[in-house]
């Protein structure tokens, strides 16, 4: 146990009482929308990093399943402020999660709410500074047509779990995913980024990659530097013959892949770029480079 508190259903319960019933649809049927926020101990208090922004895609992957959030973003927000503050955190993962309830027709159940803290977040330990290895999934991505990619839904990972799975059985760190047309989409839990001839290339959202928030922040960064930056369909061999090659994502922050399907990228050492923009970004997380990225939360 990290915490003593867990907010759920709009007040602080202890840890041990946040629980819920084995008859609730979320179980059965995956339908809940979730969200990681790092947070971190600064001069001025616990900062959130992009707090408002988590909290819109947590609204827009309701407003996918044509569902509205229990709770305002705004009071969200306070939630997530007032489980920093009752536990006494500095450095943690917020993660708000609103799933399906109980009663007799899932689709009229209540939503419930819940933020949990946690020290590391999902994917404490990742091998990221060495670089990692990665395979094109042979399972292709959720689209927009069965799972809308836009939504970030709880039912949404077991294709995530398939893929990431598949990949550590087959001897691989990490499965990146490729759409139904053959185009790169997303890892499992992260965006995928390449540098070509200097230039930051990431596939658009409508490859089925998820709008990351460290995505986002990465492309702001690297244009902040000079780089050009586009959106643009990848196919498996723009990565294979890539400069550099890397995945973001809030838990793990900027992951540099070395090898896809064993041809070695680049010098098959983390890339240059990908350094400098790893550097960007833990300053963009821990100080206020800019300034409307740090949500105070105490
Ligand atoms: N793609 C997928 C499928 C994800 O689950 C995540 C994690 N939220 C990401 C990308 C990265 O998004 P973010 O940077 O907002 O954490």
Redesign the pocket.
């Known amino acids: 146990m990290f915490a003593k508190f867990i907010w759920l259903d709009g007040e602080l319960v202890e840890w041990s009482e946040a629980t819920v019933h084995v008859s609730i649809h979320g179980l059965h049927y995956g339908i809940g929308f979730f969200e ?1 926020i790092r947070c971190h101990a600064t001069d001025r208090g616990t900062v959130a990093f992009r707090l408002s922004d988590h909290l819109n895609r947590l609204a827009r992957s309701a407003a996918v399943y044509n569902l509205q959030l229990p709770y305002s973003t705004e009071q969200l927000a306070r939630a997530c402020a007032d489980v920093v503050r009752a536990n006494g955190l500095g450095d943690c993962y917020l993660r708000p999660i609103v799933f399906l309830g109980e009663g007799p027709n899932p689709l009229r159940a209540p939503l419930r709410t819940a933020v949990i803290p946690s020290e590391h977040g999902p994917l404490n330990g990742h091998p990221a500074n060495r670089g990692v290895t990665a395979h094109i999934s042979s399972f292709q991505r959720i689209t927009a047509n069965s799972l809308p990619p836009a939504a ?1 839904a709880t039912g949404q990972y077991l294709n ?1 779990f398939l893929a990431q799975s598949e990949a550590i059985r087959s001897g691989c760190d990490e499965a990146i995913m490729l759409n139904p047309d053959g185009y790169v989409a ?6 995928v980024f390449i540098v070509r001839g200097g230039v930051l290339a990431t596939p658009p959202p409508t490859s089925g ?2 709008s ?4 986002d922040s990465v492309m702001a960064l690297a244009a902040a530097r000079g780089v050009r930056v586009v959106e643009e369909n990848l196919v498996r061999s723009d990565l294979y013959l890539a400069q550099e090659c890397f995945l ?3 838990a793990a922050g900027i992951v540099p892949v070395v090898s896809v399907d064993g041809r070695r990228i680049g010098t098959g050492e983390p890339g240059e770029l990908t350094g400098s923009l790893t550097a960007d970004l833990h300053r963009a997380i821990h100080d206020a480079v800019r300034p409307d990225w740090l949500e105070d939360v105490t």
């Not at 997303?186 to 965006?191: E, L, M, Q, R, S």
């Not at 990351?212 to 995505?215: A, Q």
């Open positions: 990681g970030k995530a997303d890892g499992w839990v992260h965006n990659a998820l990351g928030i460290t995505r973001t994502g809030t």
